[in-house]
């Protein structure tokens, strides 16, 4: 399998992280990776690595790099109008319990950068493309790209372009947002071009009424600057407030800023300064926090990778990165047979993403109530838990009982030395 010709449809984490490992299995692999933007997106918010992608980065050696691009965040304050902190929850500072604030903090773009780094001059990388369309043969996948018509045959197709993925719309005859699990939570990313966190490592969340919430994260910038969120949490019943939001999304940014900004007028605490903020951002970008629920994840020679596959709020990272490596390794314990190792990939990787899915819709309604009266009872519960420490206790029984981050099933491969 050495003379493999594979495409990479996006540039993002889930892709490069397979392209790392596939080329550890298999040094002389012809690996092209087509990313729609024009250049490497450098932009987004902050991701967390967890679970069995902590071992991984590890073995890539791109866990010291990882830790000296940290967003050094603390932990994370729920916050009153007053910016009186109702219950801190810090960073554990190990990778095997960890709390909302990951060991592993990292801006998505700079993750980005580090993974695509380590293999950038040993593949083909095309930016401003994009697969149009493909046809399966036995013995291979005819694509045809979007701009510029080329015609190429590879033997497989990896799809890691993301929660709209094309490709797996194709594979499965739908339409690509048809596989999206909508949870009600519209989320807004850009950054503040100066520090109302005023130096503090913590983040600080605050709710207001009808499931509105400000996020305000730390950015380790010299120069000072805040990453902030604008959240929507929609209850299920409210389909207008959810269309709108969506209606927003299809129309673009301008669209989606304007809407904030009639959403959140009212909010309070620092949100003034939010929007204005908002509105001076170079990197402003708003998505739906959606699960994909794929029925299945490759067909033939074709399969879905990270986001395009498992997209999980909170753990599509880390999904990412065992996909890739779960890939390549099913690949090199496959030697010669293409469709076998997909089907390995598949079986491995679909039921850990499934469970990893459950209770994301009622555990983000709950934590943001739509009342003032529901906001004061979660801050009195999450107040007595951490004012009591009965979070750290329960994280350190956790560990002395050996009850750690739940692992991907991952198999023992039999890497080749470098």
């Known amino acids: 399998m050495s003379d493999l010709k594979i495409l990479v449809s996006g540039s ?5 992280v397979f392209a790392f490992w596939m080329l550890r299995a298999y040094p002389t692999a012809n690996i092209t990776i087509v990313e729609r933007d024009p250049a490497l997106r450098l932009t987004g918010a902050s991701v967390d690595i967890r679970s069995s992608a902590v071992d991984i980065i590890k073995w890539m050696g791109a866990e010291p790099e990882i830790r000296k691009q940290s967003t050094n965040e603390k932990g994370l304050q ?15 500072g190990r990778s095997d319990i960890q709390s909302f604030t990951s060991e592993y903090e990292i801006f998505r773009g700079g993750l980005a950068k580090i993974f695509i780094d380590l293999i950038r001059s040993r593949v083909n990388l095309v930016f401003d493309e994009f697969v149009d369309h493909f046809e399966q043969h036995d013995d291979g996948v005819v694509v045809t790209f979007a701009k510029s018509k080329d015609v190429k045959t590879y033997d497989f197709l990896v799809a890691a372009d993301g929660l709209g993925s094309r490709i797996r719309g194709t594979m499965l005859g739908r339409q690509p947002l048809e596989q999206l699990h909508d949870e009600g939570v519209h989320v807004a990313y850009f950054t503040i071009k100066k520090d109302l966190l005023q130096g503090d490592g913590m983040a600080k969340w605050y709710n207001a009424t009808g499931g509105r919430v400000v996020l305000l994260r730390p950015d380790p910038d010299p120069a000072g600057r805040t990453r902030g969120n604008l959240m929507k949490v929609t209850p299920k019943g409210d389909s207008k407030t959810r269309e709108s939001l969506n209606k927003a999304l299809r129309e673009g940014n301008e669209s989606y800023m304007k809407l904030m900004e009639e959403m959140f007028h009212d909010v309070g605490w620092m949100t003034p300064e939010v929007l204005q903020g908002m509105r001076e951002s170079d990197d402003f970008y708003c998505s739906l926090f959606g699960q994909i629920r794929s029925p299945k994840i490759h067909d033939g020679r074709v399969v879905l990778l990270g986001d395009a596959g498992y ?7 880390s999904l990412a990165i065992i996909g890739g490596y779960v890939l390549a390794g099913e690949l090199l314990r496959h030697p010669g047979n293409v469709k076998t190792a997909l089907e390995r990939y598949a079986e491995i990787m679909l039921p850990f993403a499934k469970a990893s899915q459950g209770g994301g819709d009622n555990a983000m309604q709950l934590l943001n ?22 979070d750290r206790l329960g994280m350190a029984a956790a560990a002395a009982l050996g009850f750690t981050e739940k692992k991907a099933p991952m198999p023992d491969y039999e890497w080749p030395d470098k």
């Open 12 to 16: 993002g984490i889930a892709g490069s």
């Open 369 to 390: 109530p739509q009342t003032q009266w529901g906001i004061k009872v979660r801050n009195a519960v999450l107040g007595f838990v951490t004012g009591m420490k009965l």
């Open 78 to 92: 729920f916050v009153e109008a007053n910016s009186k902190a109702a219950a801190t929850l810090k960073a554990t």
């Open 311 to 317: 997209a999980t709020p909170g753990f599509g990272t």
